[in-house]
């Protein structure tokens, strides 16, 4: 039988494409990892690797053994897991993975409030595109993830939180910004600042774009909150921020104004996310009440 040793450099090289990044990603030589790699081939009797001078490439059977491998691993992980969490309670180290447009605003409160109820408890917090990091929650890289919905992946619970409102901004000298209320026909053909497309607010933001007849700017796409929030405060364009940015110390209003609209209701739905069956639910379950209880205590003070 292959070893689970064996399995994991395969994942690796799965992953990498080039032996000597799957060596250093696996900590051992890469004669050790490519002599393992050819010893599970003969004992599976396959050829798993394409080995070329340029690059590595999985066969289309060694794709396959490698996607199978990756879910045992993940699997021998949460029988670890198990182990631990039978020992510590709700303690350890949990890699959460969270949104830029997101965690800024809402962690340092999340955080707070679990260090003081749980204080076994720890996070290693990576922010990412939410669709990446659902990909690497289902291969077991992450823990958790905290996001926008729609949230993809295989194998994934996923438990709705709290809908964030998402306002409309201008510079304070904007016309816009110097009306009491504006109607929605005076948005037709606005210019529109917004992410990159990578970003799920991008796509919340185009849709409000089309369905309100307002110009999306291609040539001028934010990198962050905050560049949206600078550009538009120069009187560039108009934005779209979320309520809890806004909010913030780490975010905030300063040198914008929030262009009240008649009948403007649009939100974004977060939500949490951890693999179906981890032995760390409950745990989760945990961090997701603390979330919501303290995004619900920011947006509604």
Known sequence: MPTLRQLEYLVALADLRHFGRAA???????????????????????????????????????????????????AVEDVREVARRAKEGIAGTIRFGVTPTLGPYLMSEVISALHREQPG??????????????????????????GPLPIGGENL???????????????????LAQK?????????????????ASHHLHRHVAALCMDLEMQLLRDYEGTSLDSLRQMAGTGLALTI???????????GSLGIRVVEVENWQPTRSIAVAWRR?????????????????????????
Request: avoid cysteine; charge should be negative; hydrophobic fraction near 40%.
């Open 24 to 74: 250093q990603a696996s900590h051992v030589s890469q004669p050790s990892l490519s002599q393992q790699v050819r010893a599970l081939e003969q004992r599976l009797g396959l050829e798993l690797v394409e080995r070329n001078q340029t690059r590595v490439e999985l066969t289309p059977i060694g794709r396959d053994i490698a996607e199978r491998a990756r879910a045992i691993l993940v």
């Open 277 to 301: 069956g981890a032995a760390y639910a409950d745990a989760y379950r945990t961090i997701a009440e603390t979330v919501q209880r303290e995004a619900r205590a920011l947006m509604h003070p």
């Open 241 to 251: 921020l979320p309520d809890l940015y806004i909010r913030s110390e780490a975010g």
């Open 121 to 146: 408890l720890r996070l290693y917090i990576r922010e990412g595109i939410p669709d990446e990091q659902a990909l690497e929650l289902s291969r077991g890289q992450l823990d958790m993830l905290l």
């Open 157 to 175: 619970e996923i438990e709705p939180l709290f809908r964030e409102r998402l306002h409309l901004v201008a510079a304070p000298d904007h016309p």
């Open 180 to 196: 009491g209320v504006v109607r929605k026909e005076d948005l037709k053909g606005a210019p529109i600042l917004g992410l990159h």
